[in-house]
T-cell receptor
Framework: DAGVTQSPTHLIKTRGQHVTLRCSPI?????VSWYQQVLGQGPQFIFQ???????GRGNFPDRFSARQFPNYSSELNVNALLLGDSALYLC??????????????FGPGTRLLVL | AQRVTQPEKLLSVFKGAPVELKCNYS??????LFWYVQYSRQRLQLLLR??SRESIKGFTADLNKGETSFHLKKPFAQEEDSAMYYC????????????FGTGTRLLVSP
């Protein structure tokens, strides 16, 4: 298993544009979470999805949205990009709901630069 | 509000020296605490969690609810321990949000 995969690896956008980031969870995992990591900070929670439903949302504006597909992959969308949205966006999948101690497994991230 | 504090941005030690990476948390409920590690050019990965009371790669961490701390310790540091370490808290809510500290970079010199 390749683990959690994310695409693209790097992305450059300009202010006001829209971006879509993608995540494929570990096979069998039904939960995906998204985090934003600004340089020099720890990851900050954006969303969690489980069984295609939003289960939690962090303190981010409505410009941020996400969804989870029937195959449990997920997209994070950010509209009207600001310079401050430049960050590493991490996706984590977990074995939530599968009877084991829940563990989050992180992908390599997508580095977004907004100019 | 819930918060995780890692007071040291950088901790530099020599090989064989003891290591303690500090983590304090603020949360009114019953938390779950974790240590995540990120080695150079690798993804963030779970090192250990307090409920397992385990030792991974020689590291241990004990949850001290009185001091609201979850410090990471290793008696003898190795060069391969050099990495970024993040302490994280998961609240006892209906979903699995992790709150991370700002991280401590551990540098172990020969």
């Amino acid at each position: 298993d390749a683990g959690v995969t994310q695409s693209p690896t790097h992305l450059i956008k300009t202010r006001g544009q829209h971006v879509t980031l993608r995540c494929s969870p570990i096979s069998g995992h039904k939960s995906v979470s998204w985090y934003q990591q600004v340089l020099g900070q720890g990851p900050q929670f954006i969303f969690q999805y489980y069984e295609k439903e939003e289960r939690g949302r962090g303190n981010f504006p409505d410009r941020f949205s996400a969804r989870q597909f029937p195959n449990y992959s997920s997209e994070l969308n950010v509209n009207a990009l600001l310079l401050g949205d430049s960050a590493l966006y991490l996706c984590a999948s977990s074995n939530l709901g599968q009877g084991a101690v829940e563990t989050q497994y992180f992908g390599p991230g997508t580095r977004l630069l907004v100019l | 509000a819930q918060r995780v504090t890692q007071p040291e941005k950088l901790l530099s030690v020599f090989k064989g020296a003891p290591v303690e990476l500090k983590c304090n948390y603020s949360y009114s409920g019953s938390p779950e605490l974790f240590w995540y590690v990120q080695y150079s050019r690798q993804r963030l990965q779970l090192l250990l969690r307090h409920i397992s009371r385990e030792s991974i790669k020689g590291f241990t961490a004990d949850l001290n609810k009185g001091e609201t701390s979850f410090h990471l310790k290793k008696p003898f540091a190795q060069e391969e321990d050099s990495a970024m370490y993040y302490c994280a808290l998961r609240m006892n809510t209906g979903f699995q949000k992790l709150v991370f500290g700002t991280g401590t970079r551990l540098l172990v010199s020969p």
